[in-house]
């Protein structure tokens, strides 16, 4: 290899370790990555910069759009009416589950997708008796093979075909990647709908958990009239900074004080709410001013001007890394933390000093607008409510699936490129009043953007110093002896083990360029291999890190790490088998 292709070797290498690690934001890395083969000279400013004028990203932007304009309005209620009916077989509900949000996911984007079902599943498993932990691991799988349907099914889809735009190939037709994506949807369903109830049937759901165990670690004192906590606020009444334990709320008369500030003043009367180690919780008995309200047993999550809140921490938060008294994190938003689920368990610690990962699911009570003031946005991946009434859609559910259909009809058939569809689809959705500009605005991921358009220059870099000719030749070295099929079987197994480990935009990217170098030594068209990365980078079934849905759904789910590879290892397998069986045939040299 030449020096220019050992550099770029080494930077990619100290990428995917800085992703891997989370060491800062991936859109910042990438850049910074593509910033410095610019400045020594290995890229040109129109190879380092090429993402940003590719149809890709922007095509992304206007779709995000659109599915805020589908998750605002409700325009899917009717779908998921029928979805969620009174059927008490495990099996025929995880069929009436997963098999329509796969088609839905074709045409959705995923992420919007799941946030809108999360919540309906999780009330509609509490009214049958049953938990959510059995679907919602299913729901993120069936999203995913749904992204395997069309081009605008996933990013990473969208991410491929604008490569092959620059490479020369023509881009994906609407439905080209459905000719290898519908096999692996319907074995995807079918494992799905067998294996889940028996893999995941011990699995505890984070709200189960909090309705199960709340009065455990919940107790709830009367200040005394006219004694020496009345009048006094909450920091001088010494329950700012108590050791284990801490005030989420205050109850007085109608209202509810959540969350309650150091500086709410205490009346006589007030029943307040703490939460906490059992241990310490007790030990409030102690306190001058305080009496032990008469126990009151949780039957209801919620109040008028309060409400509990889950809340499921994703690579882009804020607070990833920091504690919650270091972020001031009730200061910043006004909520009080209640517990923290990770990794299938409840954190058992004084929760202000628990360093926030990846894939937390906070419990938190706040104000019952917190959810309209923090959704769709980097702070929280999720954010859902808690109370057993859903928040009702606001109007304009048929104007918009108008427009979703025509966007589609006008793509699918070659009226209108995908990217002209979707922009129009966007600013009309403004212009009709169904979106404002600024929720259009909010509804762009910005971090996903600008880590897709920096990723095409790191690709760039890839091939041009020709790293990706090395590579292709070494993997071909290496598997030539397995025919075509063995050098196919190599790039899928090379892609999907890098979207679990970084993203999968990242992953398509990298190993698009290495793919299309190894088609011609592999016999295998370069529009199929094209094809085979783009359906590989979006099997993110074994880690709840590799794909955003299964990060989702990670803490809410009560699931350990080990639980994707469980019922997600045989479906990676349905992947591998179907790719390395139909592109050879469908796309021969």
Partial sequence: ??????????????????????????????????????????????????????????????????????????????????????????????????????????????????????????????????DAAKFLMPLSFAAILGGMLTVIGTSTNLVVSGQMDGAGLEPLAFFEIALVGLPIAVGGILLIVFLAPSVLGKNRSSQTELVDDLQDYTVEMTVVAAGPAEGSTVEEAGLRQLEGVFLVSIDRGDETIAPATPTTLLHGGDVLRFVGRIEDVLDLQKMAGLNLAEHRHVTRLGHPSADYFTVVIGADSPLMGQTLKQFGFRERYQAAVVAIHRAGHRVEAKLGDVEIRLGDTLVLIADAGFKDRWQNRSDFLLVASMQDNLTPPAPGAGKTMAVVATMIVVAATGLIPILQAALVAAIFLIVIGVLTAEEARRAVDLEVIGLIASAFGLAAAVETSGLAEAIAVGMVDLTGGLGSRGVLFGIVLVTIALTELVTNNAAALLMFPLAVAAAPAAGIDARGMAVAVAIAASASFLTPIGYQTNTMVYGPGGYRFGDYARLGAPITILVLMVLVTLIPVLYPA
């Fill in 1 to 130: 290899m030449t020096v220019e292709a050992w550099i770029v070797a080494l930077l990619v290498v100290a990428t995917l370790f800085a992703l891997w690690r989370e060491l800062a934001s991936p859109s910042f890395m990438v850049f910074g990555g593509v910033v410095f083969l610019l400045a020594i000279g290995i890229l040109t400013p129109a190879e380092a910069f090429s993402g940003f004028s590719n149809p890709a990203p922007i095509t992304v932007a206007a779709l995000f759009v659109v599915a805020r304009a589908v998750s605002k309005t409700g325009a899917l209620d009717p779908m998921t009416k029928y979805v969620f009916g009174s059927n008490h077989n495990i099996r025929r509900s995880m069929a009436r589950i997963v098999s329509p949000t796969v088609a839905t996911s074709g045409f959705v984007n995923n992420i919007p997708l799941v946030a809108m079902l999360m919540p309906q599943i999780s009330q509609w498993t509490r009214r049958n008796g049953s």
